[in-house]
């Protein structure tokens, strides 16, 4: 399919995925009222509050919008700025969306129920990586909105992209979905495609297996505590950069581990199942690339990798949340609190994942010259 014919299918997913975040974070004020404080529980609301709030354009009833601290008088002057920081925040969402969606439509052509399955599920993923980075764009606005921008700066700018993470995960599926189904309808009768030279079986694996290694250095390696807190206090800077631990963190930690200890090595393997879970939907992933795409393309092998890595994060995170939820009578939303947490790092390592894959299979297919012709003798 054409640019053309996949833009509208793009802009519809991207401004349904918009419009969900927008109706969630417009209610965020009513998980406040009494009725809901008693239904959900006090706790529980304010876990929601904490997920809505993000997305929310109403300004927050707190003290800092009518007087900031350092800058008495100019309350209606930061409120603007937030709500420049919410407006941005929208754009870019809409606007990264789009940009990813179209070369993921354009490049998984065909009919058929798998290839409905895994276009839906690319856009999936990439839409909570479009969210996250949306939200990081939006962060200097959001910060500045807060009147002490210039006190601990870089950590101001980690807390606030932190932020926001769990409401895109249902929003991305149902914006994902709906856009596949209309790509479908749009696609008419089934026609032969040309496509470029599919690469064997043993180069797709290799492909997998390198892009693969990728992610499993900064699983394994990075997303260690001790190496952690070698970031965390390593990194030092001066004046308003300084403190730079938390912002480099959250790019390089795909999830977060110790050592096992000798009483709970049983329970050290079970949440490691959710790492090895991560790295296996990534590999498979990066393997049923070649296979899907009509050509292998550095940015579709970028988006579909930063996919696959984004939803092995979320994956990973439901099934640590779940092994925490074990025994506890708090309510289930108490308990999911790493859903998302390592994107940021997703989109970093997924990236690097899918051009080494991408790399791997231009390399090993590259079509060979013809052999010349035999020349024959002309005959006397």
Known sequence: MTYRRVLGPALFGALLMAGLLWWAGSSAHALSLPGATRFFGPDQANRLVAWTMPWSTDLPSASRFSEPSGAVGHGADYADLRETAMRVRYAALVLLFAGGALPLLRRLPGRGVRRAMACTAALWGWGVAAAVLAVTVSAPWMVASGGSASFRLLPRLASTMAQGRELPVGAALVAAAAATGLVTLLRGEATTQTRAAMPSAATARLAATLGTLVVALALVVLSNDRVAGHIQTGVGGGGRLSEPGDLLRQWVQLSAWTMPSGSGSGRWLLYRLGDVALLALVWWGLRLLPVLLDRVTYPACVLGAVA????????????????????????????????????????????????????????????????????RPRPA
Do not use: D, E, H, K
């Open 308 to 375: 696959a890595t984004t939803l092995g994060v979320v994956m990973s995170g439901v099934w640590n949340s779940l092994l925490s939820y074990q025994g506890s009578t708090g309510g289930p939303l108490l308990y999911y609190v790493s859903i998302g947490s390592g994107v940021s790092a997703a989109l970093v390592f997924g990236a690097l994942a899918g051009c080494a894959s991408a790399l791997t299979l231009r390399l090993r297919t590259r079509p060979q010259p013809p052999a010349p012709a035999a020349v």
